[in-house]
């Protein structure tokens, strides 16, 4: 079956160092790969896509994200965590139907 | 702002009462998605129209049902409501229909609490 696991359901970083969300996604062929933010009590807001190309995308905020086929893998990065960036994260695929992963926490300590 | 409204922004209602939850897509877009968000259950894809027809379907339980009307908009129908059903319910929407390189926009979401 089609899934996206986010294997980190929380993670704490202070605030400047790096930061990387680890995405796993188990489909046939390559979905489409998106990474959205979701604030307390907002929606989800598109950070970034891959759908083909460079496999290094760069997003808003200062995120970006690298696809690597030969791992299934879709991990989110950022080289210096703003405490604004706490927030839930959540990766998604898309082959016939967006799905998502778990989410995982990010708490930014200062 | 996505350009994807959900309205109500919240809701509370008795067990076994019936909710109408109502999303106005981004202009242009033709498909619309519901998801429901729970503690428990995470983001799960309930069901998917595009232009109007029912395009997907997903974990949707047979109390729940939705539409799109002609303008695009899409209702979202819960009845029977059990206290499990309290969750925040998304909208999204996208320009086309699933399998094409594009992504969708969310709304804000609507809470709705069931007591």
């Known amino acids: 079956a089609q899934s996206v696991t986010q294997p980190d359901i929380h993670i704490t970083v202070s605030e400047g160092a790096s930061l990387e969300l680890r995405c796993n996604y188990s489909?046939?062929?390559?979905?489409?790969l998106f990474w959205y933010v979701q604030s307390p009590g907002q929606g989800l807001q598109l950070l970034l896509k891959?759908?083909?190309?460079?496999?290094l995308v760069q997003g808003i905020k200062g995120f970006e994200a690298e696809f690597k086929r030969s791992q299934s893998s879709f991990n989110l990065r950022k080289p210096s965590v703003h405490w604004s960036d706490a927030a839930e994260y959540f990766c998604?695929?898309?082959?016939?139907?967006?799905?998502f992963g778990t989410g995982t926490r990010l708490q930014v300590t200062l | 702002d996505s350009g994807v409204t959900q309205t109500p922004k919240h809701l509370i209602t008795a067990t076994g009462q019936r909710v109408t939850l109502r999303c106005s897509p981004r202009?242009?877009?033709?498909?619309v998605y519901w998801y429901q968000q729970s503690l428990d259950q995470g983001l799960q894809f309930l069901i998917q129209?595009?232009?109007?027809?029912?395009?997907a379907k997903g974990n949707i339980l047979e109390r729940f049902s939705a539409q799109q009307f002609p303008d695009l908009h899409s209702e979202l129908n819960l009845s029977s409501l059990e206290l499990g059903d309290s969750a925040l319910y998304f909208c999204?929407?996208?320009?086309?229909?699933?399998?094409?390189?594009?992504?969708?926009?969310f709304g804000q979401g609507t809470r709705l609490t069931v007591v």
């Open positions: 129209y595009y232009n109007g027809e029912e395009r």
């Open positions: 999204a929407s996208s320009v086309v229909a699933e399998g094409m390189n594009t992504e969708a926009f």
């Open positions: 489909y046939g062929a390559t979905p489409y």
């Open positions: 202009s242009g877009d033709l498909s």
């Open positions: 998604a695929a898309r082959a016939s139907k967006l799905t």
């Open positions: 891959y759908f083909s190309g460079d496999t």
